[in-house]
């Protein structure tokens, strides 16, 4: 199937600092791409769409201005938490489909990142 | 707005033997995607199996199979043979035809044993 390599897997930052989160598909353009976050033992939340070119369509109660997302590229997007806090710590996970020559419908995912605010 | 219902938050299964976990859903398109995921230890989510509502064809990928009732809105996962391997979170997952939105189901832990 398809690849999305997200980056990176761990990170730890100060509380108030901001973080960078990458979202690639690698074999294939994903014009859209989705941010989820996932606290332990729980479901996947959606946060936001990312739409290449445009703004993101974020969920109800995520803040925009807290979880910055830019999709420069057809092959990347990018998550930001500005002004991290502990309660930011979690699980992200990006995804995208492939609406090219192998479009199943499904969700291909990247490997998740951690993030640890001290 | 649709919904995804699992009702099982964790089950048990011996190896080698078989298990079936419920998912629900409700929506009002007549044309969607159902998938189940599998997240194991690593947190990597992995498609187990995927079935297009109208083939009425249950899906099946080797010890996998899907019992998809249109009608009642339902579309659980059988697991032959389990294996050690097969321990992980599993999430149904919902998708309507238009490519929208991802609907995941709150998941079951499933616990194979030795």
């Known amino acids: 199937g398809a690849v999305v390599s997200q980056h990176p897997s761990w990170v730890i930052c100060k509380s108030g600092t901001s973080v960078k989160i990458e979202c690639r598909s690698l074999?294939?353009?994903?014009?859209?791409m989705f941010w989820y976050r996932q606290f332990p033992k729980q479901s996947l939340m959606l946060m936001a769409t990312?739409?290449?070119?445009?703004?993101?369509?974020?969920e109800q109660g995520v803040e925009k201005d807290k979880f910055l997302i830019n999709h420069a590229s057809l092959t990347l997007s990018t998550l930001t938490v500005t002004s991290a806090h502990p309660e930011d710590s979690s699980f992200y996970i990006c995804?995208?489909?492939?609406?090219?020559?192998?479009?199943?419908?499904?969700?291909?995912f990247g490997e998740g990142s951690r993030l640890t605010v001290l | 707005a649709q919904t995804v219902t699992q009702s099982q938050p964790e089950m048990s299964v011996q190896e080698a033997e078989t298990v079936t976990l419920s998912c629900t859903y409700d929506?009002?398109?007549?044309?969607?995607?159902l998938f189940w995921y599998k997240q194991p230890p690593s947190r990597q989510m992995i498609l187990v199996i995927r079935?297009?509502?109208?083939?009425?064809q249950n899906a099946t990928e080797n010890r996998f199979s899907v019992n998809f009732q249109k009608a009642a809105k339902s579309f659980s996962l059988k697991i032959s043979d389990s294996q050690l391997g097969d321990t992980a979170m599993y999430f149904c997952?919902?998708?309507?035809?238009?490519?929208?939105?991802?609907?995941f189901g709150s998941g079951t832990k499933l616990n194979v044993k030795p």
């Open positions: 995804s995208a489909r492939d609406l090219g020559g192998r479009n199943t419908g499904e969700l291909f």
């Open positions: 074999d294939f353009q994903a014009t859209t």
């Open positions: 990312s739409n290449e070119g445009s703004k993101a369509t974020y």
């Open positions: 929506t009002s398109e007549s044309n969607y995607y």
């Open positions: 079935q297009e509502a109208y083939k009425q």
């Open positions: 997952a919902f998708m309507g035809y238009n490519f929208n939105k991802f609907y």
